[in-house]
């Protein structure tokens, strides 16, 4: 008698197809967690803190429909990226699905189609499609446009644009978009937009080599070094004239942070240290997402200090 085939290997497909795109999704995101996925979803929290006694379901529904937005907002930006910055990845990134052979370029415009097709379908069902034709429209223009050879476009306008997507639409899953917010929005996504040019620090050889116009090379790279450690530790004041109100603490914080971080701008000497210094910033954006959420808390911690010794 023949031996009857194993439907183990069968059985387990499922498992290695899933486990294969968990590795492509890591792989192409990885680095950008703390720039997107982590502070959108952030926002969301901040917003929830915003309510009064939110339900439990409506929280765990606003959590979960922003957990699943941000990671197709990271995936398809990311996926676009990668397939227009081959040859540089190939430099700069060898480790990505793309430079490094585990996916195909078939296989990349694949899941890039899929993808945005996701995301644009949640966007409708969750009432955020503005922010995501938004994004989608910055993201193709930047990517397949050829904007990100240019600081200006790359940097400013993209990230700038894109960070005001992320904020409005993690804010609308759990409250309504005030005149505030969005004031607010706007002062943090042109700090960012102005301060992320310290990411190209990383990839000056990439870049050269691809002929693209990042300001570390159109400065020079010691020039660039001591201008952006200029525009970072004067950043804060910028956004108090802007009224960005973070509470006295958080604001103090923040001055101090990026004075260690423009020290640092000064200092990076090789690309390992100035990608900690790019994940530093990073940090320093979620932590202003935060910050207001830390503000509510004490105000509410001062309140039911204030009714227990009343009632005392």
């Not at 009224?243 to 990026?258: E, H, I, K, N, R």
């Amino acid at each position: 008698m023949s031996a009857t085939p194993s439907k183990a290997p069968i059985l387990l497909l499922p498992f290695h197809i899933a486990h294969h795109e968990l590795l492509i999704f890591w792989r192409f995101t990885w680095r950008d967690w703390s720039a997107a996925i982590i502070p959108g979803m952030l926002r969301t929290v901040a917003a929830l803190c915003s309510q009064h006694s939110p339900s439990v379901e409506f929280v765990l529904g606003a959590l979960g429909r922003s957990l699943v937005y941000f990671i197709l907002y990271q995936y398809v930006f990311n996926i676009a990226n990668q397939i227009t910055g081959l040859d540089e990845d190939r430099i700069n990134k060898p480790d990505r699905p793309l430079s490094s052979g585990l996916l195909s370029l078939r296989g990349a415009y694949i899941r890039l189609f899929l993808v945005a097709a996701a995301y644009i379908y949640v966007s409708v069902a969750w009432g955020v499609l503005l922010w995501t034709f938004l994004w989608l429209f910055v993201a193709a223009s930047v990517t397949f446009g050829g904007y990100d050879r240019y600081w200006f476009t790359k940097n400013i306008v993209f990230i700038g644009v894109g960070t005001l997507c992320l904020l409005q639409a993690g804010w609308a899953f759990a409250a309504p978009l005030t005149q505030r917010e969005t004031q607010w929005g706007l002062v943090l996504s042109v700090a960012l937009g102005i301060t992320i040019n310290l990411q190209d620090l990383r990839d000056v050889r990439g870049d050269a080599a691809t002929q693209r116009r990042t300001m570390p090379i159109v400065l020079g790279e010691s020039r660039f070094r001591w201008v952006m450690a200029l525009i970072t530790a004067v950043t804060p004041y910028g956004c108090w004239l802007f009224d960005f109100d973070l509470g006295l603490w958080a604001g103090v914080a923040l001055t101090v942070a990026m004075f260690y971080l423009a020290g640092r701008i000064l200092w990076g000497t090789s690309k390992e240290y100035d990608h900690k210094s790019y994940m530093a910033l990073t940090y320093i954006f979620c932590g202003c997402i935060v910050a207001p959420m830390v503000d509510v808390a004490l105000d509410r911690a001062r309140v039911l200090l204030d009714l227990s010794m009343f009632y005392y």
